[in-house]
Each structure stands twice: as C-alpha cells, then as structure tokens.
C-alpha cells in the first residue's frame, strides 16, 4: 500500500527577495502544496503572522537584513513547537547547517536542489505525526495504569492470584 500523501494547506515563508518567494511558491503549488503560502521579511510581520493559527511548515531563508536567524528560530519554536521549520537557503556551509540542525531546524534545503523540498517537507510532517502518536500512546497508557491502580488501590479486601 502506497503511503499517503500529506495535505498542506498553509506555508510560512520568511524570505526577502519576493522572486525567490514566487519561485518557492509556484514549485509548491505545481506539486499540490502550499495553498496559502505567506511571505514575511521583518519580526514585525512574522510577529503578526504568528497570530494566526493553522501554519504547518515554516520555510525560513537563514540571510534576511534585519532578521537574525538565532532570533527567528526561537520565536517559531516558541509560537509553534510542533511546527517544522526547513532552512531553504543559497549557500550554506556544512558546519553551519549541523549546529542549525542542533538547534532545531527540521530540514535544509538549498535553493538550486528545489526539487528535495517537498520530499523534506513530506519526512518533516511525518515526523511530527509520528511523535504526536507517540505521545498520544503514552498519555493513554499512562491513564490505563493510573486507572488500574485506583481499582487496586479501592479494594478493601486482598486481591489473591
């Protein structure tokens, strides 16, 4: 059986150069993804794109003027700890990416290998949906054991095997 493709409605693009933005954007949509894909350049606008709920991948070029990578990253954790971002850059050196990895970042992309970032995408909400059934699976095990132990507990007579 074939896996099943993701939906993905919403894409939270942080990027400076609006012709690198449409090109993220058009490849997106010729693969199916990204039908509301936004653009923001500023902690301002990212601030208020933060209100809106429903984002599900973050898409984050790591140079933007006036935009420290470090900062942004924080705030996109803090605003949306489940959310994946993928660093999509131009240039970016070996070491920098792992300590970026590290720190949280999902996924890197470089912007002339386009092609590998709907497959990043795809295995970063896999993970993210693999974790949340983890910790589904926990909390209802962790209620089943709390809930035996309160029946053993409310017996007032031994319980022999």
Same mark, same amino acid.
């Given at each position: ?13 942080? $990027?400076?150069? $609006? ?16 039908? +509301? ?16 709920? /429903?984002?599900?991948?973050? *898409? ?9 990578? /470090?900062?942004?990253? &924080? ?6 700890? %489940? ?9 970016? /050196?070996? %070491? ?17 290998? !386009? ?5 990043? !995408?795809?295995?970063?909400? +896999? ?5 949340? &059934? ?20 409310? *017996?007032?007579? /031994?319980?022999?095997?």
């Amino acid at each position: 059986m074939a896996a099943e493709r993701a939906t993905i409605d919403r894409v939270l693009v942080v $990027e400076d150069h $609006e012709a690198d933005f449409r090109l993220l954007q058009r490849h997106l949509q010729r693969q199916g993804l990204g039908v +509301d894909c936004r653009r923001v350049a500023s902690l301002e606008a990212l601030d208020a794109a933060l209100l809106d709920a /429903g984002w599900q991948v973050v *898409l984050a070029d790591h140079q933007v003027p006036g935009l420290e990578f /470090g900062v942004l990253l &924080q705030r996109l954790q803090q605003a949306l700890p %489940e959310v994946p971002v993928i660093l999509v850059s131009g240039t970016i /050196g070996e %070491e920098l990416a792992v300590d970026l990895l590290r720190q949280g970042v999902s996924d890197f992309v470089l912007k002339d290998r !386009i092609a590998r970032l709907v497959p990043a !995408i795809e295995r970063c909400l +896999d993970d993210v949906h693999r974790r949340q &059934q983890a910790d589904a699976s926990l909390r209802a095990l962790a209620e089943s054991e709390a809930f035996s132990r309160a029946i053993l507990d409310a *017996l007032d007579d /031994g319980l022999f095997i």
